[in-house]
């Protein structure tokens, strides 16, 4: 397997532009989370889905925010306007019956 | 105050020590993530437990939850450890994390 797949690595927009990250699951987890990772608030959970259905999004920061997991392979978290603060590694992560998180290797937004 | 709180914050040993990092919450948890966050970035899950002990390789991850603490040692430390250990609490569907210990360990 090659693990959870999140793309693209890197991403530097201008403000205001739409911004869309992706990530692939590894096969048969039925978690996704997104984390996003700043030095200042360290490592946040945004959302998690179970069985492709949002369960809590109470990390998401507010409106400019959404994610989707349209199909148990696929995700997206998408931030429109975008804006500087903004600017993070967000990071995509899935789980199975084991429990254990296996991480993708994240996406570093740039928001100038 | 977070309801997850590691110690120590900075950790710095010599190669082959003996490390132990520490996580206590105030809140109700079910299961207890420990995650290893690389200088590159990358983040590695170690351990999800919910009680008593796990071991795999020089690692070993403790919990009592009646406490509301556990704890990640590593035995005979080595440069590679070096990393961000982060703990995880998971219980009623909210994740919450710790704020990270940064180990060094100096060859």
């Known amino acids: 397997d090659a693990g959870v797949i999140q793309s693209p690595r890197h991403e530097v927009t201008e403000m205001g532009q739409e911004v869309t990250l992706r990530c692939k699951p590894i096969?048969?987890?039925?978690?996704l989370f997104w984390y996003r990772q700043t030095m200042m608030r360290g490592l946040e959970l945004l959302i998690y889905?179970?069985?492709?259905?949002?369960?809590?999004d109470s990390g998401m920061p507010e409106d400019r925010f959404s994610a989707k997991m349209p199909n148990a392979s696929f995700s997206t978290l998408k931030i429109q306007p975008s804006e500087p603060r903004d600017s993070a590694v967000y990071f995509c992560?899935?789980?199975?019956?084991?429990?254990?998180?296996?991480f993708g290797s994240g996406t570093r937004l740039t928001v100038v | 105050k977070n309801e997850v709180e590691q110690s120590p914050q900075n950790l710095t040993a010599q190669e082959g020590e003996f490390i132990t990092i520490n996580c206590s919450y105030s809140v109700g948890i079910s299961a207890l993530h420990w995650l290893q966050q690389h200088p590159g970035g990358g983040i590695v899950s170690l351990f999800m437990?919910?009680?008593g002990k796990k071991k795999h390789g020089r690692l070993i991850a403790t919990i009592n939850i009646q406490e509301k603490h556990s704890s990640l040692h590593i035995t005979a430390s080595h440069p590679r450890d070096s990393a961000v250990y982060i703990c995880e609490g998971t219980g009623n569907e909210k994740l919450t994390f710790g704020t990270g210990t940064r180990l060094t360990i100096i060859p």
């Open positions: 889905f179970n069985n492709n259905v949002p369960i809590d």
């Open positions: 992560a899935s789980m199975g019956l084991s429990f254990g998180y296996t």
């Open positions: 437990l919910s009680s």
């Open positions: 096969s048969g987890h039925d978690y």
